[in-house]
């Protein structure tokens, strides 16, 4: 049985991100990624007008007057949400943790996703695999999506996106549209993302706080990292420390986009001190430019 007031936070999500989807996001979504999965229809003779790179050079040889091949538009997608649930997703110093920013913004795109009739899915992850849930359609599928992101208590603090995108090439095999959300504190991960890049369409979303960019002037402060417990005491007061941290922490950032950029990786940045879906639809209206 399902306790009363997870049921409360759930439909409070889908009232908020279904308003979004409807009023503003789900054009953008249609625009961008419906027509780009094509399904072959049918060879037919050519027509004047038709675009002379359809051409199908092996029935024309054979037919001995030229022929075009037609497609028509894929009648259904597959959306997979690939979540990091690790310990530093429970970090936040603004209205809202990274971790209940992700669940609101994965709800947009999973309603934005059934909205067009395309299936979703569910990879939750932090050092090991905690949760996978096979791609469906429907509200009822979607509401226990945002249910298990909501409230999946992982077994691990730590991060392996290795692990998750090996895990995602062995479990979906055809050719889906992946939005990977996560902070990406972690390393060693670019080879195998870039092998998931060429089976699906990936789309890595970060989630940042102010605080892991830089930090205030406020003296003394102890520091732990959540995922491995160690601890260090700063003087917050010493701005060479401070400036080393904010110079440290943007050319990661930095380094990460220029990798994503090399192997066709497009990256959306969500801050905690901002709201979610402007840059969500500043994405949909690049990749809609792109076409």
């Given at each position: 049985m399902i306790p009363k007031h997870v049921l409360k936070k759930v439909r409070q999500i889908e009232i908020r991100t279904r308003h979004l989807v409807n009023d503003v996001f789900s054009g953008e979504y249609h625009s961008v990624f419906k027509g780009r999965g094509m399904e072959f229809a049918e060879v037919r003779e050519y027509e004047p007008g038709d675009d002379i790179r359809t051409i199908d050079w092996n029935v024309t040889a054979r037919m001995g007057r030229p022929y075009i091949k037609r497609?028509?538009?894929?009648?259904e997608l597959t959306v997979i949400l690939v979540v990091d649930v690790s310990a530093s997703s429970n970090f936040g110093t603004f209205e809202q943790m990274k971790g209940e920013i992700v669940a609101e913004l994965c709800a947009v795109l999973a309603f934005?996703?059934?909205?067009?009739?395309?299936?979703?899915?569910?990879l939750i992850f932090t050092d090991q695999i905690e949760k996978f849930i096979p791609p469906k359609k429907g509200r009822t599928h979607i509401l226990r999506v945002i249910r298990e992101l909501?409230?999946?208590?992982?077994e691990q603090p730590g991060t392996d996106i290795t692990q998750a995108l090996e895990y995602l090439n062995k479990v979906i095999t055809r050719r889906s549209i992946v939005f990977m959300v996560s902070d990406f504190l972690t390393s060693n991960y670019m080879t195998p993302l870039r092998i998931a890049n060429k089976r699906h369409d990936m789309v890595a979303i970060t989630i940042t706080d102010p605080r892991e960019i830089r930090l205030p002037p406020v003296g003394l402060i102890e520091l732990e990292d959540v995922e491995t417990g160690e601890e260090v005491l700063i003087d917050t007061n010493d701005?060479?420390?401070l400036q080393a941290y904010q110079k440290m922490n943007i050319q990661r950032r930095e380094e990460r986009d220029r990798q994503f950029r090399l192997m066709g990786v497009d990256a959306v940045h969500i801050s905690t001190d901002r709201p979610y879906i402007d840059p969500l639809i500043q994405f949909f209206r690049m990749r809609e430019r792109q076409r």
């Open positions: 497609f028509t538009e894929e009648r934005a996703a059934i909205k067009n009739n395309d299936r979703v899915g569910l909501l409230y999946t208590q992982p701005k060479a420390w």
